[in-house]
């Protein structure tokens, strides 16, 4: 920091109000160049991080399928008042657009987009592409509704109307297994696309369970580690962090090598007669809640061993002097002062189990996998982005109101490493 | 050794079942890592105890096949540069951090941490749509602008803690005797963090090299990294070739969690709070 050299000459009031406005403009040029330190990674991440996120949210509520490819049926659309069968105008607008997407191959994509809402619609629409293929003129409905009566149905036009609008909430809607009915209401979705609330609960609920697993097996040991003199402390402590810094994918193979059905658990079982026959242990949700908390312990295990450490062994000699018995000095003196790091341990792995995707994909069944495998499967096999991002948008918000509780409670700059 | 010399007898029980509790949670811990290990050295395929016989096969297998050879040197540039990046602008921004008079630090932190808490998953979907956009898909640039961006938090953070015990008096004396800020910043402040800064670096470097989720978006076969590899190994069969790469990637953990207790120590040696 350099020390502003001072006007020989001024008076005393001109000095400090020249003063004032010096250190102001020292501070504020030592501000800047703090800030020009942190500008680099902030611009970084904004860039190459928060971007792409923002967009991607910007996908769960975008719907331009239809109007790019059909603009003069959602043109024509506008102006239909949606009680009956739309009139040969929108039928021939449709035509048109069928045969600009026949020779652009995106009639395929446009059935895909109306069949989420419309079951059934894809085919129709590439049976219409055929239909306007074959040539000839108009009129237009007569031919649509003779090639299949479902043409005619109000509630499909009300549907591709909808469709037309630049924005949309069906992906949304359906991430909490809601739709909007014809007339616009919404109403919960059909049964067999209510598959996501299940979701959700089953990634909720799995978080949990593994987060009290870790708890009831972490707290122990963070006392232990606590209480140890430093020098077999630091041994033990190797035993936590071996794990931590292990890959994941190699703690999950080892399990899959462990837990399968002709794996080494098994022997076991089967060598001391516990079982006759082998057990299925993997491809289960025990297999899933096993192998996270496996993962998850020792994320569990340090912060509540941080705040055990800073806890004075007198605490609880003071309690048992003054006639609490082991258990209430324990349980009255030395628990309540765990936890904030019991806190911390705990929300931190219950925020990162919601996002586990690798593990249970490799060690879970189908009935194991969480929010975040359905977002993988929705952009590479089903090709349906906008559910993808609906459902990745969800469980970003329910991550950021966690992270934001554990800013809060714990607060980030807390957060220790090995 | 665990109960304190007045402990009733009733308590010394509670004492041993403690103990044996946290034993069995150690050995729940390590055994599946130390279980997988030795199958690596198997003579047969099959994972089984006792070993058939012995046998370094599957380590030839892995370091003479073409696929594994490949994904082993991709991990390593990929993770070598996103390192690099993460490490430089992570610390410039925890030293900026650290001055404590950057508007709205709190939020710039949270922001800056904040991919290490995002799922993975969402991470990588929104880059794959993100990174199409500008060409960056299956180029081994945008792989590596994600793994950093995955790597930062983790070097903010450690040498944010570094900087938190550090005495500014000591830059201030630098400057008052005429050094300039960059002297003063190679000569005094960087040799005080630089454990900071390098345990950050491993983490970094670990988490790129174990990363599997943004890579198998973002990559293309030609980039295709160890962990990916590995992960579509799983996928079909598990081959012994993998419990070979997974020994081996147990030992680079070993070694970098001795790194790392050794700069710790080192840390706390300059910073003299204690042995």
């Known amino acids: 920091m350099a020390v502003a050299a001072l006007p020989g000459e001024a008076g005393p009031a001109g000095d400090r109000t020249s003063l004032k406005t010096k250190l102001r403009r020292a501070e504020r040029v030592n501000r800047l160049r703090s800030f020009s330190l942190v500008a680099p990674l902030l611009l970084f991440v904004l860039a190459v991080f928060a971007l792409p996120i923002g967009l991607m949210l910007l996908r769960a509520v975008e719907n331009t399928e239809v109007r790019e490819t059909m603009p003069r049926t959602i043109d024509a659309l506008d102006a239909w008042d949606g009680r009956e069968t739309p009139g040969e105008e929108v039928f021939a607008a449709f035509a048109t657009d069928l045969v600009q997407t026949q020779k652009d191959r995106t009639t395929a994509l446009v059935g895909k987009r109306i069949n989420y809402e419309v079951p059934g619609a894809r085919s129709r629409f590439l049976k219409a592409g055929r239909l306007v293929d074959a040539g000839g003129g108009g009129p237009w409905k007569e031919k649509f509704l003779a090639s299949d009566a479902e043409w005619g149905s109000v509630e499909f036009w009300a549907i591709m109307k909808r469709a037309g609008q630049t924005l949309t909430p069906y992906y949304l809607l359906t991430s909490v297994d809601l739709r909007q009915d014809a007339g616009g209401a919404v109403t919960t979705n059909f049964a067999d696309q209510s598959i996501f609330i299940d979701i959700f609960i089953r990634t909720l609920s799995i978080s949990l369970v593994v987060t009290l697993a870790t708890l009831v097996l972490g707290y122990p040991v963070a006392h232990l580690l606590a209480i140890l003199p430093p020098r077999h402390a630091n041994v033990l402590m190797i035993l936590v962090l071996l794990p931590f810094t292990t890959s994941i994918l190699v703690r999950t193979t080892a399990w899959i090598v462990l837990l399968q059905s002709n794996g080494v658990l098994n022997d076991i079982l089967l060598a001391l007669h516990l079982t006759t026959e082998r057990v299925q242990l993997i491809f289960n949700r025990f297999g899933t809640v096993l192998a996270m908390t496996h993962i998850q312990l020792p994320f569990t295990i340090l912060p509540i061993y941080s705040v055990m450490k800073s806890i004075p062994p007198s605490h609880l000699r003071a309690a048992r002097s003054l006639g609490a018995g082991p258990l209430t000095a324990f349980v009255s003196v030395y628990v309540p002062q765990t936890l904030p790091g019991v806190g911390a341990g705990c929300l931190l792995t219950f925020i990162l189990s919601l996002g586990y995707y690798i593990t249970p994909a490799l060690v879970g069944g189908p009935q194991d996998q969480m929010v975040s495998y359905f977002v993988a499967l929705y952009t590479n096999r089903e090709m349906n982005w906008g559910q993808a991002s609906a459902l990745g948008g969800i469980l970003l918000m329910i991550t950021l109101v966690l992270y934001a509780v554990f800013n809060r409670v714990v607060g980030i700059d807390k957060v220790k490493l090995g | ?275």
């Open chain 2, 1 to 275: 050794m665990l109960a304190p010399s007045y402990a009733t007898p009733r308590e010394k029980l509670a004492y041993f079942l403690f103990a044996v509790f946290c034993t069995l949670v150690f050995l729940f811990l390590v055994g599946p890592i130390l279980v997988i290990m030795p199958l690596s050295f198997s003579s047969e395929p099959w994972f089984t105890y006792p070993l058939p016989g012995l046998s370094l096969r599957w380590y030839i297998d892995f370091f003479t096949d073409e696929r594994w050879r490949i994904a082993l040197q991709n991990s390593g540039i990929v993770a070598v540069f996103s390192t690099l990046i993460a490490t430089g602008l992570g610390t410039l921004a925890a030293l900026g951090l650290s001055r404590g008079n950057v508007p709205f630090a709190g939020l710039i932190l949270s922001i800056l941490i904040s991919p290490m808490i995002v799922p993975v998953v969402i991470v990588a979907v929104a880059m794959f749509f993100g990174f199409a956009a500008v060409g960056l898909n299956n180029t081994y640039l945008g792989l590596i602008l994600a793994h950093a961006i995955l790597g930062t938090p983790f070097v903010v953070i450690t040498v944010t803690a570094t900087l938190t015990g550090f005495d500014r008096s000591l830059t201030r004396a630098a400057a008052s005797l005429g050094a300039s800020p960059w002297t003063t910043f190679r000569t005094i402040t960087l040799p005080l963090i630089a454990p900071g800064v390098t345990s950050g670096a491993l983490f970094a470097f670990v988490t790129s090299w174990d990363e599997v989720v943004v890579a198998l978006f973002l990559a293309s076969p030609d980039q295709r990294t160890l962990p990916r590899q590995m992960f579509s190994g799983i996928r079909e069969q598990i081959s012994p070739t993998i419990t070979a790469a997974a020994t081996l990637l147990v030992i680079f953990a070993a070694l970098l969690m001795l790194t790392l207790e050794l700069l710790r120590r080192r840390s706390e040696r300059l910073r003299g709070t204690g042995g």
